[in-house]
C-alpha cells in the first residue's frame, strides 16, 4: 500500500470517526412535517462538522412547517419568525449529546429572545411523543419544537445529512443559514454567531 493511500485511508477513518464521536446516527423517513421551495444547499468540504457561511454566500431555506410538539392543536411555520434570527436545532431526547446541549440552546434562547431571535427545535426520532414532551418539561426548555419523529424536515435543509443528530444550523433574519454545526453545540458556538447576526438587516 503506498503512503499517499494510507495517508488518504487514516484521514477518511479520522472523519468517519469524529462524525460517530460528536453524533447520534439513525436511519431516515418521513411524515408529518411539510417543506417547499427553496435555494439553500448544503456541502461539507472535507467532511467538517462546523461550517460557517459569510453573507455573500448566504442562500435562503424555504419555507417549513409541523405539527408543535407541546402545543396540541398548533402548528409551527418557519415564517412565524419572520425577520428573527432563527436556530434550527434537529434533537432527540433519546441521543446523549441532544442531552448535553440543551442547557446551552436554553442559554441561547433567553440571550437572543430579546434581540429578535429564537431557538426552533425540531424533535426527530422520538415516537413516543409523551416521552419527548416530558424531556422538554424537566429541562425547563421555553422555546418551541417542531414534533418530527420521521424528520421529514429535513427536505427543506438543502442536503443536512439526517443520519447526523443533533444537528444544529444558525439562520440570519432572512432565514439564511450562516453557520451549520454537525456536532454537541454550547451557547458559545452558537452566540459567537449570532450575535453578530443581530446587527444585521434581513437581506431586501
Known amino acids: 500500500m503506498s503512503s499517499t493511500f494510507r495517508r488518504a485511508a487514516t484521514a477518511a477513518a479520522a472523519v468517519l ?3 460517530t464521536l460528536v453524533a447520534c446516527s439513525s436511519g431516515d423517513g418521513a411524515r408529518n412535517a411539510v417543506a417547499v421551495g427553496g435555494t439553500f444547499q448544503f456541502h461539507s468540504p472535507g467532511g467538517q462538522t462546523e461550517i460557517l457561511y459569510a453573507e455573500e454566500e448566504r442562500a435562503p431555506l424555504p ?3 409541523g405539527p408543535s410538539l407541546m402545543a396540541e392543536d398548533e402548528e409551527i411555520n418557519l415564517s412565524d419568525f419572520a425577520g428573527e434570527i432563527v436556530v434550527l436545532n434537529a434533537w432527540g431526547q433519546w441521543c446523549a449529546p441532544c442531552r448535553a446541549e440543551v442547557d446551552d440552546l436554553q442559554l441561547v434562547q433567553e440571550t437572543l429572545q430579546p434581540l429578535g431571535g429564537t431557538v426552533l427545535g425540531i424533535n426527530v426520532r422520538d415516537y413516543n411523543q ?3 414532551q416530558d424531556f422538554v418539561t424537566d429541562n425547563a426548555v421555553t ?3 417542531i414534533y418530527d419523529p420521521p424528520f421529514r424536515t429535513a427536505a427543506a435543509l ?3 445529512p439526517t443520519s447526523v443528530i443533533p444537528t ?3 439562520l440570519d433574519r432572512s432565514h439564511r443559514p450562516a453557520a451549520v454545526f454537525l456536532r454537541e453545540v454550547t451557547a458559545d458556538d452558537i452566540l459567537d454567531v449570532a450575535l453578530p447576526l ?4 434581513p437581506a431586501s
Do not use: K, M, N, R
Open 198 to 201: 443581530a446587527e444585521e438587516a
Open 168 to 170: 444544529t444550523i444558525v
Open 63 to 65: 419555507d417549513f412547517s
Open 158 to 160: 438543502g442536503g443536512v
Open 130 to 132: 409523551t416521552i419527548a
Open 143 to 145: 422555546y418551541p419544537s
Open 17 to 19: 470517526t469524529a462524525l
